[in-house]
């Protein structure tokens, strides 16, 4: 049987596993930071009606340039995020995924390099490696957060193409301070300059204002969001980004014709016009969040400060195998590979409550608390 390490693929793939989590048949699914409350059916209903008038033209390529609905995505960071931007500063694509992969393809590629400070998204290492960007590993300190003096040192030192800054960041849910995220962006115009990318997929959760205004004046930083969380739409796949106009000019020399097929479009727009809705399941999912994050603390549990709608818990002597015992009783959270800790995504009140219940059974065995106070 043929293997892959068979196949002439590229030297920088081989012994890579594509990226992905557990898909498993069980009644709490707690592992994608998906938004747990179905679209309302009012929004239902208008996708249903956008999508059959767009498929009355689907004999038509669709609007190449999505001018209506990155214009609407423009209004909605306008009213949303603090600072005002237009249809030339948005770019849309097929899930932030495809944002992060043509800004690679436009500032990265065979000679060049990216830098993340890990743990962090692992889509950002994978799809470097892809583009055939060198992958650097920054380090975080010991509760997560950017090590300022350190990462501003590393970028004056190694001189990345595309530094990457997740905030908040996956999986351990810090939010990154302003005023780091301007200290990287210094460093990276000594540097080079390089790109700066803030990837605020969760942002709509945090407790901090987004980092959006930072963009004003820095052509070269770009704010990246997406769909899937707050909006409820992760089967949708539409993500989008935010930057200096030449960016957005930058990116199209990269993009596939005709990327955004016409009922993502009409199905995106839909979403749009119930922004209000939408954002009162993230109030709710907010508060969820920070009910974990007590019902874990109050367990014993060591658990890091989250802004977005997951919370990192721990620390294990097996994370592995409390994993497993979680999933024993009919929960599936996320196993990470962050040593010692698990990711748990906030549900509905009924999920996470089973959740908890779950939690607390597994404490005493494979907990460090636990050894600490036995």
């Known amino acids: 049987m043929t293997r892959i390490d068979d196949l002439p693929i590229r030297d920088e793939l081989r012994g890579q596993s594509p990226y992905g989590a557990p898909q498993l048949d069980v009644p709490v699914l707690l592992n994608t930071n998906e938004?747990?409350?179905?679209?309302?059916?009012?929004?239902?209903e208008r996708i249903a009606e956008r999508v059959a008038?767009?498929?009355?033209?689907?004999?038509?390529?669709?609007?190449?340039?999505?001018?209506?609905?990155?214009?609407?995505l423009a209004a909605y960071l306008s009213r949303t995020a603090g600072h005002t931007v237009g249809l030339p500063q948005v770019w849309a694509a097929n899930g932030s995924n495809e944002i992060i992969q043509q800004l690679l393809q436009t500032f990265g590629g065979p000679g060049r390099t990216a830098i993340g400070f890990e743990p962090s998204y692992s889509m950002h290492a994978l799809i470097s490696r892809g583009t055939g960007t060198g992958w650097i590993s920054g380090a975080r300190n010991d509760d997560f957060t950017i090590?300022?003096?350190?990462?501003t040192a590393q970028i004056r030192e190694l001189r990345p193409d595309v530094v990457f800054i997740c905030s908040p960041n996956n999986p351990t849910g810090t939010a990154v301070a302003a005023e780091t995220v301007l200290a990287l962006y210094e460093a990276s115009l000594?540097?080079?300059?390089?790109?700066?990318?803030?990837?605020?997929?969760?942002?709509?959760?945090?407790?901090?204002?987004s980092l959006l205004p930072l963009i004003d004046g820095r052509p070269t930083?770009?704010?990246?969001?997406?769909?899937?969380?707050?909006?409820?739409?992760?089967?949708?796949?539409?993500?989008?980004?935010?930057?200096?106009?030449?960016?957005?000019?930058?990116?199209?020399?990269?993009?596939?014709?005709?990327?955004?097929s016409s009922?993502?479009?009409?199905?995106?727009?839909?979403?749009?016009?119930?922004?209000?809705?939408?954002?009162?399941?993230?109030?709710?999912?907010?508060?969820?969040?920070?009910?974990?994050?007590?019902g874990l603390c109050g367990i014993g549990y060591e658990v890091t400060e989250s802004d977005a709608n997951f919370v990192q818990f721990g620390r294990f002597t097996d994370a592995h195998a409390a994993w497993q015992a979680i999933l024993?009783?009919?929960?599936?959270?996320?196993?990470?590979?962050?040593?010692g800790r698990l990711r748990v995504s906030a549900g509905t009140p009924a999920e996470n409550d089973a959740f908890l219940a779950a939690a607390r059974t597994v404490f005493k065995e494979y907990s460090t608390a636990s050894e600490g106070s036995a």
């Open 35 to 44: 938004n747990p409350y179905p679209l309302p059916e009012p929004l239902v």
């Open 53 to 72: 008038e767009a498929a009355r033209h689907l004999n038509r390529y669709p609007d190449r340039d999505a001018v209506e609905l990155r214009t609407r």
């Open 147 to 151: 090590d300022v003096a350190n990462a």
């Open 190 to 209: 000594a540097a080079g300059p390089s790109m700066v990318i803030v990837d605020e997929a969760y942002g709509e959760f945090s407790h901090r204002p």
């Open 221 to 260: 930083l770009v704010v990246t969001r997406t769909m899937s969380k707050a909006f409820g739409a992760a089967g949708l796949r539409l993500g989008y980004l935010a930057a200096d106009p030449a960016v957005v000019d930058a990116v199209q020399l990269v993009r596939l014709p005709y990327h955004l």
């Open 263 to 294: 009922v993502t479009q009409a199905t995106a727009l839909a979403a749009l016009e119930h922004t209000d809705a939408l954002l009162g399941y993230v109030e709710q999912l907010k508060k969820e969040r920070d009910r974990l994050v007590d």
């Open 328 to 339: 024993d009783q009919g929960v599936l959270v996320r196993d990470n590979g962050v040593p």
